[in-house]
């Protein structure tokens, strides 16, 4: 029998081993996690209760992917799977997860790899923290940004907003369809683009309208992308836009109510004055273009001819009437068409030349046509023509020919011209005749009325003639689109049109004769108005052209009009009343407030957006800057607009690029970043880190600015930086002495560590040993704690920052008795884990008093937290290494065999120093069939099926190794390798002698 007793005590020992816990949770405001390879928690903290509502215990063995929403998990999904197949540190990934109530928060997660000796990766470490309401906010700001601008899109007037240059700097949809520009084109041109030339002067009147009254009305003539113009009106206001005086323009098409103000003052001035003083007089001034419609239709029916009227250009008065199909086949080619046309103009000149009836065969088909003149006072107007008749000149071979020469559908021409009746030369003639009858007296009544309208200041036709005079004006103030009244000296409508009525939801009759004010004006304001009205006119005050007020409909609604206004005067100059002209602009207010609402929300957006915003000119003048960056740059608006360049705040070190940035963005704007970090300087001198985004503002040489403060960020980089340096270090070096150096080498990049001490704490002897330490002055190699300021440090378990004032004082107060050489500041913050002050850590200057700061404090905390886990952590990982090569000398002076394989990969990882000297050789790294039996695959008699599906039991067995021609006792078992895996450990005990001994009996 063999004593296996040593090797039973080295199992126990390793199955000791294996259940050390090496990792322990910190005290963070964020929740620190560990995850295997594999992406399975290993290690979670308590702060996971608080954020997700999972104790730690429920989270072990999930993926973070479990954790997250379907879609969440597979976006996620894909970014971790580069991360690790990278081996890269996770930074600042923002992630969707549910809480164990199904909530779901956003979480920023960071994260490094945990690196083994060879490079391989076990693992990542790292924190989330919970960014939800920071994400809600983010996402409450663009949907209110996303209301405003639909308020602006969707109004009906075209809304277009420009700055003092004229320039047009944002545009609605609606502006964009009258105008016939996509949005892109239209906000990149200047106002003249869109005028006609003869109506720039009202720019700078808008600018000087707005000045002196707050509002600007005025009609012009503008023109769309495809050249051609239509009138409008314009409506706009001065206003803040983006942080600067802009200028508000609602412009609505007129186009169809100047033609009807054309037509109408054409009218007027034909019918009201002499005929020799009138240049163009048109038939439709004289008749009514409906009634000379119906007479035409009339005949031409009756008669069976077709009829036209035509001005002396040969252009149409009248609509076409009984044409033929025939001639309407022929008109629908190019050619006939052209032919009908120079037929028509032909026969126009030889009535132009007597002035009398004329006809003759038309030069297209060769159907008899005629024309007669139409003349009001001697003066030739129009002509009025009739045709399309066959005299039996025409035949189906002249159709047929004619058809085919115009390149017409000869088949339809032919069966339309079967249907057409002769009319014998004679009947023409006949109706030409009667048609000349007709023409003469249209002229007649024509001429008549215009010599009525002209004499009426003979006495017997005056009151007929103001009658249609009257009449007439009416039928002019029911067209207009405003509202007209007249209100006499005793405050009574005298007069009032359609409009008015519709307006103020009366009948006429039920307006005219009764009081203004008392009817049509609201109460509140009744005694103002008459009050206003009887000083006017009684002559004390000057008439007001424009005012806008209230009125009071029948249904008791107000509506708010738009007043222009001028005084009727007697022949003696005495005001008798007031003529006013009025559009209803309750709407245009209702949208001009909303506007209004809209342009002060993006204003407020713009000034409380919580970033730093700037309006830079092109010689790099800061024109406009909100509160935020007031704040930033500690300056003041009155001291930064218009006085201060950009320069002045950038680091002298940023400078230059940032000048050429600028001056690059207005030559060639898409050869410059949009976005860059650069250093600022505030009022105080003090260095802040930024992230800019800059653009132009379209149409102008301006830039728009935002700034975001990243000084912390970039802080916190650099913190991460040196903690990642710090845990990396962990992995690279052998022992604390080791590791020590280079944290003080990766903590100088944040902070002085020219005197720097990690002491751990000996509380049982009360006691401090310096683990690692760098002084200028003392060299002590530890010391009692007694009353030592590193003593106050680990018993408050605080962080100290003491001048040479707070030391006095803490002397003077016995709380303290300073040991060594009295440095000018001394900062010492202690090493905390699981809430037990393991330690502190130390740094001092003996020159510079101000060298830390109550920030360098808050630094340090944070950083010293993690080093006294990862100082635990590595003296654990010491104290295992020691233990285990204790287990491995006790295996080596075992004088059986040991192994240890993978039993996945059958490589070797272990075999004592009984081993080499059996095989002769150092198996180690090989593959375990191949060593010990010699063979290219797997032993048909490998247990590790065996001992895998029975973990923690041992498994006995004999065997017959055939390269060392001996027989072994073999106890295999599962136990857990220091990187956590599952692997095979073997002793095998030689009984090769007992065998003899116990053949030699049997043969005995």
Not at 824 to 838: H, S
Request: glycine share 6%.
């Amino acid at each position: 029998y063999k004593d296996i007793t040593e090797v039973k005590k080295a199992e126990e020992k390793l199955k000791e081993s294996e259940k050390r816990f090496r990792d322990v949770a910190l005290s963070s405001a964020d929740w620190i996690w560990e995850v295997d390879k594999n992406g399975r928690y290993t290690f979670a903290s308590g702060k996971v209760k608080q954020i997700l509502g999972y104790d730690p215990e429920e989270i072990i063995g999930k993926t973070p992917l479990e954790l997250m929403p379907k879609e969440e998990a597979e976006r996620i999904g894909k970014i971790l799977e580069k991360f690790v197949s990278e081996k890269k540190p996770i930074v600042d990934l923002e992630n969707w997860n549910l809480t164990k109530k199904g909530e779901k928060i956003c979480l920023l997660t960071n994260g490094i790899p945990i690196i083994d000796e060879k490079g391989g990766l076990l693992g990542y470490r790292g924190v989330d923290k919970d960014i939800t309401e920071r994400k809600k906010a983010e996402e409450g700001l663009r949907k209110s940004e996303a209301r405003y601008r639909s308020i602006f899109n969707s109004t009906t007037d075209s809304l277009l907003i420009f700055d003092l240059n004229g320039n047009i700097v944002e545009a609605n949809p609606q502006a964009c369809k009258m105008y016939g520009y996509p949005y892109e084109e239209l906000i990149k041109l200047s106002g003249k683009d869109i005028v006609r030339p003869d109506y720039y002067y009202l720019f700078e009147k808008f600018k000087r309208d707005v000045q002196a009254t707050g509002v600007f009305h005025a009609e012009s003539v503008d023109i769309r992308k495809d050249g051609t113009q239509f009138n409008v009106e314009v409506r706009g206001s001065e206003f803040d836009y983006e942080g600067k005086k802009h200028l508000l323009a609602v412009i609505r098409d007129i186009t169809e109510r100047k033609k009807m103000e054309e037509i109408l003052e054409h009218r007027l001035t034909a019918l009201t004055q002499p005929l020799s003083e009138v240049s163009e007089l048109k038939l439709t001034d004289i008749i009514d273009i409906e009634i000379l419609q119906k007479i035409q239709d009339a005949f031409a029916h009756a008669l069976g001819v077709a009829s036209i009227i035509l001005d002396l250009d040969c252009n149409p008065i009248t609509k076409e009437s009984n044409y033929c199909e025939v001639c309407r086949l022929i008109r629908k080619t190019v050619k006939g068409k052209k032919n009908c046309t120079e037929s028509g103009i032909t026969l126009s000149k030889k009535v132009k030349e007597s002035m009398k009836p004329a006809m003759h065969s038309c030069q297209s088909i060769g159907f008899l046509e005629a024309c007669v003149p139409i003349v009001v006072g001697g003066k030739h107007i129009a002509n009025w023509f009739i045709g399309q008749s066959n005299t039996m000149d025409v035949d189906a071979k002249r159709i047929r020919e004619y058809g085919k020469e115009i390149g017409a559908d000869v088949d339809a021409m032919l069966a339309a011209f079967e249907k057409m009746p002769e009319m014998p030369i004679e009947k023409f003639k006949q109706i030409l005749s009667l048609l000349w009858q007709i023409a003469l007296d249209l002229s007649a009544y024509a001429y008549s009325t215009l010599r009525l309208t002209n004499e009426i200041n003979m006495r017997k036709r005056a009151e007929e003639v103001l009658k249609e005079e009257r009449d007439r004006a009416q039928k002019y103030l029911d067209v207009a689109g405003v509202m007209i009244i007249v209100v006499g000296a005793d405050q009574k409508v005298t007069l009032i049109n359609k409009r008015g009525c519709e307006i103020l939801g009366y009948k006429e009759k039920e307006i005219i004769g009764k009081n203004w004010t008392d009817n049509f004006v609201p109460e509140r304001n009744r005694d103002e108005v008459k009050t206003v009205l009887k000083k006017l006119f009684a002559g004390e005050i000057e008439p007001v052209e424009y005012n806008e007020n209230v009125i009071l409909t029948k249904s008791g609604k107000e509506r708010i009009i738009a007043w222009h206004n001028s005084v009727l005067k007697d022949e003696a100059g005495n005001i008798i009343g007031i003529l006013s002209s009025g559009e209803d602009i309750t709407e245009r207010k209702k949208m001009e407030a909303e506007l209004r609402e809209s342009e002060e929300k993006y204003r407020t957006t713009f000034e409380n957006t919580g970033t730093a915003m700037a309006i830079l000119e092109k010689d790099a003048t800061i024109s406009l800057a909100n509160s935020r960056f007031e704040k930033l740059s500690g300056y003041s608006k009155e001291e930064i607009e218009g006085k201060m360049k950009w320069t002045e705040f950038v680091h002298p070190d940023d400078l230059k690029k940032m000048m050429e940035y600028h001056k690059e963005r207005r030559v060639n704007p898409k050869e410059v970043p949009k976005q860059y970090e650069f250093r600022a300087i505030n009022k105080n001198g003090n260095i802040l880190y930024m992230l800019l985004n800059v653009d132009l503002i379209p149409g102008t040489k301006q830039s728009i600015v935002s700034l975001i403060d990243i000084t912390e960020k970039k802080k916190m980089e650099k913190i991460r930086s040196v903690l990642y340096k710090i845990t990396n270090a962990v992995s690279i070096t052998k022992d604390l002495s080791e590791l020590f150096p280079l944290i003080r080498k990766y903590l100088g990049e944040i902070i002085d560590t020219t005197n720097f001490l990690i002491g751990l704490y000996d509380k049982e002897h009360d006691t401090l040993s310096f683990t690692y330490k760098v002084d200028e002055k003392d060299k002590y190699s530890s010391f009692p704690l007694g009353k030592t300021l590193t003593a106050y440090v680990i018993r408050t378990g605080k962080s100290l920052l003491a001048t040479e004032k707070i030391i006095e004082k803490l002397t003077k107060a016995g709380k303290i008795e300073p040991i060594g050489t009295l440095s000018k500041v001394w900062l010492g913050v202690p090493l905390k884990t699981d809430k037990e002050v393991v330690g502190v850590i130390t740094v001092q200057s003996y020159k510079d008093a101000s060298a830390y700061t109550e920030e360098d404090i808050k630094l340090l905390e944070f950083v010293s937290h993690q080093i006294a886990i990862i100082i635990k952590r590595k003296y654990a990982e010491e104290t295992l290494q020691f233990e285990r090569a204790q287990f491995l000398s006790i295996f080596d002076s075992i004088n059986e065999i040991i192994y240890v394989t993978d039993p996945k990969t059958y490589k070797i990882l272990y075999v004592n120093k009984a081993f080499k000297n059996a095989f002769q050789k150092d198996p180690v790294g090989g593959i375990c069939y191949k060593e010990f039996q010699g063979l290219e695959s797997p032993c048909e008699f490998c247990t590790n099926e065996i001992i895998l599906k029975e973990k923690g039991k041992t498994y006995r067995w004999e065997y017959h190794n055939p390269i060392l021609n001996r027989d072994y006792m073999i106890a295999d078992r599962i136990i857990k390798w220091p990187d956590g895996r599952d692997v095979r450990f073997e002793l095998a005990i030689d009984i090769t002698d007992r065998k003899l001994l116990e053949q030699q009996r049997e043969k005995a």
